[in-house]
């Protein structure tokens, strides 16, 4: 009796142990799984933009991400001496934000980590204000001056992400793509009846864009 007992614990000890593995393996501190990546844009051919990407694995070769954007640049310029109109020179101010939903196809290893191919559209708005400086003899040059800005477009990224424990992550790639921008500002134009007027002016213009991806964060 005793000794069946004896028999009785240590198989309930060793199948404790057992549970407890397997629950350490699937919720531990280091899961086998990752399904959600956030990173950062490590700035390189644009100092002056950051952008946080999110992304979220639907299967071993699929994933589909968000991305926010931010554009900031302020600029002061000024010339030795000032002209004849008394212009100094400029304060230059813009911004810009936008969003780019993405997805991911993984041609190799499973993810969120291996090489991959992703299609990318990207949306962004903003402003600049273009104010001048100096000691005008005509009030009217003294007006500051402001640019609305659109822009719409895609790219397509091949890239690699490297997930190292405990989830650090280092992804980087190419990307080549399309965008179209808009602006809208005001300016002097002629009129045969009204003569001289401010009027909003619309331009449009397409570009092919080319950058390298470095992105740095966490998955879990």
């Not at 000794?3 to 501190?29: H, M, N, P, R």
């Not at 990752?34 to 694995?57: A, F, H, K, M």
């Not at 994933?63 to 900031?72: I, M, N, P, Q, W």
């Not at 299609?119 to 609305?148: I, M, Q, Y």
């Amino acid at each position: 009796m005793v000794g069946t007992q004896w028999k009785l614990g240590v198989s309930l000890v060793l199948l404790s142990a057992v549970a407890f593995a397997e629950e350490g393996v699937t919720t531990g501190s280091f899961p086998v799984e990752r399904r959600n990546v956030v990173t950062v844009s490590v700035p390189i051919q644009n100092l002056n933009q950051l952008s946080l990407e999110g992304e979220r694995v639907m299967g071993e070769r699929f994933s589909v991400g968000l991305g926010v954007f931010a554009f900031f640049l302020q600029e002061r310029t000024r010339l030795r001496e000032a002209d004849r109109s008394g212009y100094e020179g400029y304060n230059y101010t813009g911004h810009q934000v936008g969003l780019a939903p993405s997805v991911r196809f993984y041609l190799t290893g499973r993810a969120p980590q291996g090489l991959w191919l992703s299609p990318r559209l990207e949306v962004s708005a903003g402003r600049s204000s273009n104010a001048p400086v100096g000691n005008f003899l005509d009030d009217s040059l003294a007006k500051d001056s402001t640019t609305d800005v659109w822009s719409v477009g895609g790219a397509a990224t091949l890239g690699y992400s490297v997930v190292l424990e405990p989830g650090f992550t280092v992804q980087g790639g190419v990307a080549l793509g399309t965008r179209r921008d808009a602006v809208a500002f005001d300016a002097l134009v002629m009129d045969s009846i009204e003569g001289l007027k401010v009027e909003r002016v619309h331009r449009s213009t397409w570009l092919l864009t080319q950058r390298i991806v470095l992105n740095v964060g966490w998955a879990f």
